[in-house]
């Protein structure tokens, strides 16, 4: 399974880098942003599962970014500001943040509130069949918690980095991912030649889909890949 990837955008490189040191040992994947575009930008490219926002950024602001991300997906947003009255919280879970903490913050409560938005989110936007969440698109049934995938109804087998790329890919239809996004997510480790790996098992998970392989996913040339379920 992918790991689950933060978004970390605050201007001031030290608290960044703090929030992401305790949240890597969590087992999270993190990855920063000094503005609001540089944020928006991670957005746009990368599978982001929460975004933990400082407000007084340069470019666009909190706010700005939240407004944008609010646009096209539904993850958590946790604020982060030196702006402590009522008020201020009030204003930012109305601009559509899940939770909001104040500066200076206790990294192990920024935790363990990252990790009960997750919980939540997941519980909230997940359905479940006979008590298994099922991923259905395309024709394609995938349950994670079994690991077992079916076309069409028809049972298919495969391999453990197959599931978790076709999880991956079927998860955010439409997402083009390079090959380099694959190769961390699945991996789990830095990207040096994991082209040509990454190459090799889609061209067996789509023999494995059968006559209509190249339906569900699609090469976007000198890009990457999409599910197009």
């Not at 899940?98 to 997940?126: C, I, S, W």
Request: with cysteine.
């Amino acid at each position: 399974m992918k790991p689950i990837t933060i978004l970390i955008a605050d201007d001031e490189v030290e608290i960044a880098e703090l929030i992401s040191l305790h949240l890597r040992k969590e087992g999270y994947h993190c990855i920063q942003a000094a503005d609001g575009q540089e944020a928006i930008q991670a957005v746009q490219t990368q599978v982001i599962d929460l975004a933990i926002l400082d407000i007084m950024m340069p470019k666009w602001d909190g706010y700005e970014v939240t407004r944008r991300i609010r646009e096209r997906h539904r993850m958590p947003i946790i604020f982060l500001s030196a702006k402590t009255s009522d008020l201020d919280k009030i204003e930012g879970l109305v601009k559509g943040a899940d939770d909001y903490m104040t500066k200076p913050f206790n990294p192990m409560e920024l935790v363990a509130r990252v990790n009960a938005q997750l919980r939540r989110y997941m519980q909230l936007n997940q359905p479940v069949t006979d008590g298994h969440f099922i991923l259905e698109v395309g024709g394609i049934s995938i349950c994670p918690d079994q690991r077992v995938v079916s076309l069409y109804g028809k049972s298919i087998e495969l391999t453990p980095k197959e599931f978790d790329i076709l999880y991956l890919l079927a998860s955010y239809p439409k997402k083009v991912f390079s090959a380099d996004h694959i190769f961390q997510q699945v991996w789990g480790e830095a990207y040096y030649e994991g082209g040509n790996t990454v190459m090799v098992h889609i061209r067996t998970l789509r023999k494995k889909l059968g006559a209509e392989k190249n339906k569900f996913i699609k090469t976007i040339w000198g890009v990457g890949y999409t599910f197009n379920g």
